[in-house]
């Protein structure tokens, strides 16, 4: 089926998808690990086996030039978001068959299936007004909110957030929210801040800005009826 968006370099995009039947595409903890270290692994123009790499920190591979510049991301036991720039023509398109064959034929091969595991080709919508672009760094990053309230989208107009919450997220190690809060981590260097709009120019800006989302009484949950849950 051909895609509806073209990708254009220079330009923002929320890219998104989840496994095939929303089955559940991490099972265990090695798995999330996987994904997150491909994240910086297949984003670059020259190839990099994993084997070669597995055991290595993020910093010490011999890493060349981005295909995309990765803003903010999130994994969930069925699906994952990225926000992304795209760097060069088709660097998003060959970034995402990267990561998404490598992931597939390790997850098939360590659980013995076949088939598809993701839900068709990814998921992308064009981030092109700067208010939706830094609105995007709070619905990521909330995301792992469902994982302890199932109902949080529809019920967060209703209720104050609770301390639980806010420790659950500064917890959850699958996304970019401790990179943008100050942790240092190895897995900073999945993100290239420098290629997004200068929102945060504080670690404390980062986390009250998600605070306030995560308190704001008429948020509406989903960007666009077209995102996943």
């Avoid at 051909?2 to 903890?29: A, T």
């Avoid at 994240?39 to 990099?48: D, G, Q, R, V």
């Amino acid at each position: 089926m051909q895609r509806k968006i073209n990708f254009s370099p220079g330009e923002y995009y929320h890219v998104y998808n989840r496994g095939v039947d929303k089955r559940d595409i991490f099972l265990r903890k090695d798995d999330w690990r996987r994904f997150q270290r491909m994240l910086y692994i297949a984003n670059t123009i020259s190839p990099i086996t994993y084997k070669e790499v597995e055991n290595i920190p993020l910093g010490k591979i011999d890493h060349k030039e981005n295909l995309i510049d990765i803003g903010a991301y999130v994994l969930m036991p069925n699906h994952f978001h990225l926000l992304v720039r795209q760097k060069e023509e088709i660097g998003l398109s060959k970034f995402m068959e990267k990561l998404s064959t490598g992931y597939s034929m390790y997850f098939n091969k360590k659980y013995d299936r076949s088939g598809a595991l993701f839900q068709g080709a990814f998921k992308a919508q064009h981030v092109d007004r700067d208010e939706y672009l830094k609105y995007l760094f709070a619905y990521i990053h909330l995301n792992p909110i469902k994982m302890i309230d199932a109902n949080w989208n529809e019920e967060l107009a209703r209720k104050q957030a609770h301390s639980t919450e806010k420790k659950f997220l500064e917890n959850y190690q699958f996304s970019s929210y401790l990179d943008w809060a100050g942790v240092a981590r190895d897995e900073n260097r999945i993100l290239n801040k420098g290629a997004f709009p200068e929102y945060f120019s504080a670690h404390t800006e980062f986390t009250s800005y998600i605070e306030d989302w995560l308190n704001f009484q008429n948020f509406q949950g989903e960007p666009s009826e077209n995102i996943m849950a």
